[in-house]
Antibody, heavy 118, light 108 residues
Framework: EVQLVESGGGLIQPGGSLRLSCAAS????????MSWVRQAPGKGLEWVSV???????YYADPVKGRFTISTDNSKNTLFLQMNSLRAEDTAVYYC????????????WGQGTLVTVSS | SYVLTQPPSVSVAPGKTARITCGGD??????VHWYQQKPGQAPVLVIS???DRPSGIPERFSGSNSGNTATLTISRVEAGDEADYYC???????????FGTGTKVTVL
């Protein structure tokens, strides 16, 4: 079964750092394009970052320079390192697979909540 | 950056047809995907490549895309279709993914 399971969310103070993980099963993260998508409370979906098969990465403007996406192919896991966190980064963070650029996100993980607050 | 605009809400009676629009500059030249999200759940793909239904999605869900507007149509609406719906494209000029603003479908 193709599945994604996120972990690592929690309460963090502004300016702090957090690393999210997304464990994949049923497919290889190294053979797909993997993304992070977030959703602030009561708001819509916002794409955050993508990592391509060859390791090329792209970021949405609000997180560029603060977030880093990566994979550990030996653990078949996707990561999101989040630094210099701000209140506006508070959201449920989902990981999702898209086999190639332009293809739809499917499947999605269940999400992990990140709350940035003092 | 590329922007996708959806109506905030659509209300429809059971058994009727709901149409959700997604507006974007020359969106007809892009592939549009649609997701359904119920409260407390992750999004689920309901239409890919403008009009393709993934396995397990009822035939009541259909899509179209032309010009500056893509449309998700839900026929014979059921209470279980009540959810938020998002359109999404990939912007090749920036290698960024873009989501629409989202539409809440309410079944009366």
């Amino acid at each position: 079964e193709v599945q994604l399971v996120e972990s690592g969310g929690g309460l963090i103070q502004p300016g702090g750092s957090l690393r999210l993980s997304c464990a994949a099963s049923g497919f290889s993260v190294s053979s797909n394009y993997m993304s992070w998508v977030r959703q602030a409370p009561g708001k819509g979906l916002e794409w955050v970052s993508v990592i391509y098969r060859g390791g090329t990465t792209y970021y949405a403007d609000p997180v560029k320079g603060r977030f880093t996406i990566s994979t550990d192919n030996s653990k078949n896991t996707l990561f999101l390192q989040m630094n210099s966190l701000r209140a506006e980064d508070t959201a449920v963070y989902y990981c999702a697979r898209a086999p190639l650029e332009g293809l739809p996100f499917d499947p999605w993980g269940q999400g992990t909540l990140v709350t940035v607050s003092s | 950056s590329y922007v996708l605009t959806q109506p905030p809400s659509v209300s429809v009676a059971p058994g009727k047809t709901a149409r959700i629009t997604c507006g974007g500059d020359n969106i007809g030249s892009k592939s549009v995907h649609w997701y359904q999200q119920k409260p407390g759940q992750a999004p689920v793909l309901v239409i890919s490549y403008d009009s393709d239904r993934p396995s397990g999605i009822p035939e009541r869900f259909s899509g179209s895309n032309s010009g500056n507007t893509a449309t998700l149509t839900i026929s014979r609406v059921e209470a279980g279709d009540e959810a938020d719906y998002y359109c999404q494209v990939w912007d090749s000029s920036s290698d960024h993914y873009v989501f629409g603003t989202g539409t809440k479908v309410t079944v009366l």
